[in-house]
């Protein structure tokens, strides 16, 4: 009977084990929203030193080869789109800011409205209320923008965990977010 009922349990958690490990679609390869919101690339370990300075990269978590490598990629998968982008926003993190200048997309603007609040680093009231105020600032059928920021932020504002490259398609105009694959920057057949 033991037996019977380990076979069963070892069963489901090879099931369980194969639901977590298959590739889900994020979204259909439709690219229809206003901000794509970016976690920055691969850096690895979580938050950041505790002798972290805003000002000091040397302080703070950074992206490694992979991470670069990794932001590389995603900015030659947008540049295929042809998006035409009308800004590219990045928290002022050392990790997001090379992120964002790694795409190689055009002028990196920093907004503090995307900083981190993970480890109270900033404060989270204040950052979400200028990032509403800018997203408010945006025109709701424009170009869309690149928001590079951290995964508390991309949380917060569209309730979706994404990880390190991973985007989120947000619509200004009826606030639906979804996860972005980077296959819906893949040039039009």
């Known amino acids: 009977m033991v037996l019977l009922r380990f ?21 259909d390869g439709r690219f229809d929203g ?9 850096a690895p370990g979580n938050g950041d030193p505790a002798n972290f300075n805003l000002k000091d990269c040397q302080t703070q978590r950074n992206l490694d080869e992979t991470g ?22 990045s928290s002022e993190w050392c990790r997001c800011l090379e992120t964002a200048l790694l795409l190689n997309l055009g002028a990196v603007t920093p907004f503090s409205g995307l900083n981190s609040f993970y480890e109270n680093h900033a404060p989270r009231e204040a950052t979400l209320t200028k990032l509403q105020a800018k ?3 945006l025109p709701r059928d424009g ?47």
Not at 12 to 22: M, P, R, Y
């Open 135 to 137: 997203l408010d600032s």
């Open 143 to 189: 170009a869309p923008v690149i928001m590079v920021t951290h995964y508390v932020t991309i949380q917060a504002i569209t309730n979706i965990a994404v990880p390190s490259g991973g985007a989120v398609l947000f619509d200004l105009a009826t606030g639906y977010a979804r996860e972005l694959s980077l296959l819906a920057f893949s040039p039009a057949n």
């Open 68 to 89: 670069r490598k990794q932001a590389r990629g995603i900015g030659k998968r947008i540049a295929a789109a042809n998006l035409n982008l009308a800004g590219i926003y």
């Open 34 to 42: 206003t901000v794509i919101f970016l976690r920055h690339a691969l």
């Open 7 to 27: 076979g069963k349990l070892a069963g489901l958690l090879s099931i369980l084990l194969l639901a977590v490990t298959l590739p889900v679609k994020a979204d």
